[in-house]
């Protein structure tokens, strides 16, 4: 893909056309905020799939974020920062992005020509990005907005409950395709543009990167939908206690006693 680089600013006094750094500068950002968030997202998934582990492992990443191994009491306020902070990103590169969508059905529809004219595969693969981009705009708020006014409620039970009792999960599973399927498309067509892990055969090297891809994009949905479906059992399990707070039983067995 190539960068816009430059926009034309009129003349200067010598009759000369300027150029404006800011496209480059917007696109440069919109590249990183995408990289930020998508490599965010793959250490989500690796700290939320820790419920396959077991309830304590879940348990010991939690209180890592909330502070309390470092502290010595939890914080889950800390959460609530780091929400905040994902979800200015998101609204960040959601700017950045827009800036490319079709504007107008006139424009979706020469689009939409163009795409099917040439059948090119990574054409398809970035309106797959557009579409799972506008959809995961509009679906991943709520779930931020949780998780920034109750970081309290995330843990073994917390998330269980919610996702079962709570009835998350629908929402949930169309989260999981848009964004592993956002996430891997961007992150291969930030390395096509940038020449990442590029060899000497540029289309070998593309063709190897799609398959990584595609792979990684399988290996997480599975990891993802077997993590939503262990949610959903403890959910199950614990619906005659919602609203009960998970401690391991190491940690009940080091209090002191009342």
Known sequence: MRMHTSAMRGPDAWGRVRKSPWPARMDLAQSLSGLLLGLFMWGHMAFVSSILIS??????????????????????????????????????????????????????????????????????????????????????????????????????????????????????????FCVELHAGIGLYRLAVKWGWFQGDDPNASRARLKRLKWVLTIFLLALGLATLAAYM???REHADRVGEVYTPAWVKAAEPAN
């Open 55 to 176: 309830k304590d492992a879940m348990w010991i990443v939690t209180k890592a974020f909330e502070g309390y191994f470092v502290f010595g009491h939890s914080f889950p306020v800390l959460v609530s920062f780091v929400v905040a902070g994902v979800a200015a990103l998101i609204v960040l590169h959601a700017f950045l992005a827009m800036r490319k969508f079709p504007a107008s059905a006139r424009q979706y529809g020469v689009f939409d020509e163009h795409r099917k004219t040439l059948g090119h595969g990574d054409t398809t693969l970035w309106w797959v990005q557009v579409v799972t981009g506008f959809a995961l705009f509009f679906l991943a708020f709520p779930h931020l907005f949780q998780m920034l006014m109750h970081p309290a409620d995330i843990g073994p039970y917390g998330s269980a409950d919610r996702v079962w009792s709570a009835r998350w999960w629908p929402l949930y599973l169309v989260l999981l």
């Open 233 to 235: 059992r403890i959910g």
